[in-house]
């Protein structure tokens, strides 16, 4: 471990010392840490993830901390102290200058992941008849305090929100021009409880710097910039497949959590979905007869229900993700599931045609007929239930991620195994 | 559909226009569209996804649609030839003036999804010894035709980066500062021919607006843009959710693609698949003579592989986002894989103490045994085998996103299977 480091203002430096602490194991990221010149502390520790923030304090003395907790922007102390114990909280918030602990109590009254929590509650409001170069002057003046001034919002005198400028059209205006005829009035902007996913993409499809975030009565209380909305869109995507693959979010770097916490992010899930495979069980209980007298039956049973299973997930997956980026929504229900259940038929059919030829060739005629109605079957049901969840989850509120491969695949198990022993009891007239 | 419609320059309107174009039906689509003013088609044919630009273009006459590609930004123009048929890019190329042409040209030239194909080559360069005031007149003079002016790069004589400055601190620093004294040395930049999802998360963590671009020798080619990394991490995530699926990425909105199209995504992987599950028939057709002398035993096959395929989907699909964020890489394999080797014992011994009182009950004491130190074996092989996969397939350059879970799934079926039936063979001494 190195104990002297070149001070360093460089940005690609300051990216390459982050890296290298996220990837630590916790003592090696303290010693590293300890080991950094003060200015570059103070900034990696800004860029640090706030699981390894938190763990990069409670090793620190409080004249460290308080200085480090005090040049975090508001919102990404809002974000730590949300980590953190109410006690431990309590803590470093008494560590706070009085300005601060007031940025801070103001953006943590906000519910977690809302438009308020993320928000920078440091911005630049403008007055509509500002001239373009007294508006450049206080940008001189106030701007350097702020978490932006690429874009600026013009207020009211009661501070309601009538439009928004960005800095360069300041800079191409002429500087008698009043702000008012240079501002975009009716432009996006967001309800401070709106869920943060819906903020970013919002800023995403509008291509802004940044979204205003108002009250009840159309006053500006911050401004969401787009590193923000970034950082929101790759956790919400985290958060996603973490239930796509039917478990927990961790909420933290996989390496920054403990063996128990990686299993307990998963264990609920996959009792209860050990739980509703017992299902099959029952369901092969009561074919049991058939089974005695037709064991070769049993042969086809894992094929089958792998093959539904992967057919339901790709529909799940793909109708998850289209409902996260807003181009399936719950009222195309109908359009989607006719959609998907076709594509199912047209998947099980093919694979029918191959199963045909590969089962009458090793195992006979009657097989072969029962395995391939049972493919076509079990496709078309897999893809219908597969992109029937998701926006049925969507519909009672639910997150459609939650609901998707592994739910899919074991509703699919058992429905598959009815429909499988019910052709051939009717094959074989049993 | 309405016939008229106002003139508009608000962005929020734009915003439900283009949302309500981008889920129309292909002819209401068109229809709508013409219903436009044209200022408006102009501005929402900018927003639209490329797969509906081109549809769009399809219905119109020569000189609309040489107006609407004339105007688009050189990277979205790339994106939309990328997407036609030789025969039509050549076409909608003859369209273009010159200017158009030749930056067309030279975005394709890059390797498709590179920085150089999403990069922007309208920037605006400084000399190092410019003074803020002649930069500020400058930006004033020829900013509005550049595709931003918020991150300025700087450059030698021979159009290499030196540094890079941003139009607020042009703002900040007084009038005779010379650019150098305000620039960024050393920042994050990129060669043309990177990958661009790695553009796009090195600019998501160092929060910069702009990531320049250079060729090998270090000069300057254009800028990628914060809205563009937007737009390309959303892809890359759309990318990884389906191969998660087992499908291949659709490349279009889902309402976009044609139920064929939908089909082949999702054929060939499917076919693969099925072609892996014989597998089973193999190992339960090796173990025909235990199945006859026990067919209860076969009760608890799709209970078991299903157990382990969702315990090897949750190993799979938590490692493949670790890496897609950058916080699990290929050599962290043996940490990872014994990691989460413990978390399925760990997950296998807690459903196998559920499994063998129930089981016990109901099935008697032998099937208990056999069930639970099957569960025990098979979370734990699971959640190896969902681990390892992904990091083995970014070793050899595969994306890790293709091996998850439904590959998964297949490889633990079939040695679940094994071991299920070497251990009943175990217990029972057949």
Redesign the interface.
């Known amino acids: 471990v190195p104990t002297v480091h070149p001070a360093t203002s460089?940005?690609?430096?300051l990216?390459n010392v982050?890296?290298e602490l996220?990837r630590l194991d916790p003592e090696a990221r303290i010693v590293r840490f300890r080991s950094l010149p003060v200015d570059c502390q103070q900034a990696a520790f800004q860029?640090l993830d706030p699981a390894h923030q938190d763990e990069v304090l409670s090793l620190l003395d409080e004249t460290q901390t308080a200085k480090l907790i005090e040049e975090l922007a508001p919102d990404d102390r809002a974000q730590l102290f949300e980590l953190l114990s109410p006690a431990r909280a309590e803590q470093l918030r008494g560590l706070l200058s009085r300005q601060k602990q007031a940025l801070t109590d103001n953006l943590l009254q906000y519910p977690a992941e809302s438009a308020g929590r993320i928000m920078s509650p440091e911005f630049l409001p403008l007055a509509a008849d500002t001239r373009v170069s007294e508006a450049?002057e206080a940008?001189?003046k106030r701007?350097?305090s702020k978490e932006t001034?690429?874009a600026l919002p013009v207020v009211d005198v009661d501070n309601r929100l009538i439009g928004m400028t960005t800095?360069?059209e300041?800079?191409?205006a002429a500087p008698e021009t009043p702000v008012r005829d240079i501002m975009?009035?009716?432009?996006?902007s967001v309800r401070s409880d709106e869920d943060q996913e819906i903020v970013a993409r919002?800023?995403?499809?509008?291509?802004?710097?940044a979204i205003p975030v108002l009250d009840e009565e159309q006053r500006l209380l911050g401004l969401v910039t787009?590193?923000d909305?970034?950082?929101v869109?790759?956790f919400e995507?985290?958060e996603?497949?973490?239930r796509?693959?039917?478990?927990e979010p961790?909420g933290r770097?996989?390496?920054a959590v403990s063996?128990?916490q990686?299993?307990r992010s998963?264990?609920v899930?996959?009792?209860l979905?050990?739980l509703a495979?017992?299902l099959?069980?029952n369901v092969?209980?009561y074919f049991?007869d058939v089974?005695?007298q037709m064991?070769?039956l049993?042969?086809?049973?894992?094929?089958l229900?792998?093959?539904g299973?992967?057919?339901g997930?790709?529909?799940?997956?793909?109708?998850?993700?289209?409902m996260a980026?807003?181009?399936?929504r719950a009222r195309d229900l109908l359009r989607v599931t006719f959609?998907e259940s076709?594509?199912g038929l047209?998947?099980g059919s093919?694979?029918a045609a191959?199963?045909f030829a590969v089962v009458w060739v090793f195992f006979g005629q009657s097989l072969a007929i029962i395995v391939s109605i049972s493919l076509v079957t079990i496709c078309t049901l897999a893809s219908l239930v597969g992109s029937l969840m998701p926006i049925l989850a969507n519909r009672v509120g639910v997150d459609p991620a939650v609901v998707s491969?592994?739910f899919v695949?074991?509703i699919v198990?058992?429905s598959g195994?009815l429909v499988y022993f019910l052709i051939a009891r009717a094959v074989f007239n049993i």
Request: glycine letters at 4%.
């Open positions: 460089s940005k690609r430096e990216l982050v890296d996220s860029q450049t940008v001189r701007g350097r001034v690429f800095l360069d300041l800079v191409f975009e009035t009716d432009v996006p919002l800023m995403q499809m509008s291509d802004v710097l787009f590193d909305a970034m950082d869109l790759e995507e985290t996603d497949m973490a796509t693959g039917g478990a961790l770097p996989y390496f063996l128990l990686l299993m998963r264990v899930w996959l009792l979905l050990a495979a017992t099959t069980v092969l209980s049991e089974l005695n064991v070769s049993s042969l086809f049973i894992p094929l229900i792998g093959v299973g992967n057919a997930a790709q529909s799940a997956t793909t109708i998850v993700r289209a980026v807003d181009e399936v959609r076709r594509v047209l998947l093919t694979l191959f199963a491969a592994p695949t074991t198990d058992a195994l």
